[in-house]
């Protein structure tokens, strides 16, 4: 169990260039996340996966933002025309039922910062 | 909607203190609770959680108890060393659908020796 790992761990772009972040889940968690976090904040949920399939979407996740997840495995998360206010670090977590809840598992996050 | 309220930061304490860092939540169903940790430089972690009223979680010397009466996970530690200066998290997800986490602000401790 090597732990949720992502690439990169930092991304420094310019206004209006697209960025894609990679998120490689641990073994057998058939639940991926993604968050967004900026400054001084918590967390807050864009998108999750159960295996392959798309099931929730927030409404922080514009239409310029896309996530896939091919084949239930690994994640990308692709913004596309970047701005000043996508600057934040990108969370991936995954999980497995573990009783009666499911267990999160995050990341080291992808720092992203629009120039 | 759901949210999370957490004590306002930072928090400085000496070490061996006594710590607690209060959190209450509004939730529209029965969620599960949990307290985060995201020490300097590295990733959040799961540090303790609840899925019923009145259980208990702890782990590290660090304890929270699920009070659905008051909508309470106060975490506690008795005596906090100064490894234990992170960021803390409290979450809540409800049980149906995605389950996904709802967090508070963070309260920022750092334990002075």
């Known amino acids: 169990d090597t732990g949720v790992s992502q690439d990169p761990r930092h991304k420094i772009t310019k206004r209006g260039q697209n960025v894609t972040f990679r998120c490689d889940p641990i073994?057998?968690?058939?639940?991926l996340y993604w968050y967004r976090q900026t400054l001084g904040q918590g967390p807050e949920f864009l998108t999750y996966?159960?295996?392959?399939?798309?099931?929730?979407k927030s409404r922080l996740l514009s239409d310029r933002f896309s996530a896939e997840r091919p084949k239930g495995s690994f994640s990308t998360l692709e913004i596309q025309r970047t701005e000043q206010g996508d600057s934040a670090m990108y969370l991936c977590?995954?999980?497995?039922?573990?009783?009666?809840?499911?267990?999160?598992?995050f990341g080291p996050g992808t720092r992203l910062t629009v120039t | 909607g759901d949210s999370v309220t957490q004590m306002e930061g930072p928090v400085t304490l000496s070490e061996e203190a006594f710590l607690t860092i209060n959190c209450t939540y509004t939730?529209?169903?029965?969620?599960?609770l949990f307290w985060y940790v995201q020490y300097p430089g590295e990733g959040l972690q799961l540090l303790l959680k609840a899925t019923k009223a009145d259980d208990k979680g702890s782990n590290k010397g660090f304890e929270a108890t699920y009070r659905k009466e008051t909508t309470s996970f106060h975490l506690e530690k008795g005596s906090v060393q100064v490894s234990d200066s992170a960021v803390y998290f409290c979450a809540l997800s409800v049980e149906q659908g995605a389950q996904k986490l709802v967090f508070g602000q963070g309260t920022r401790l750092t334990i002075n020796p």
């Open positions: 996966f159960q295996n392959e399939a798309q099931l929730e």
């Open positions: 939730a529209t169903g029965y969620p599960s």
């Open positions: 977590a995954s999980s497995y039922y573990r009783g009666t809840v499911y267990e999160q598992y």
């Open positions: 073994s057998e968690h058939n639940r």
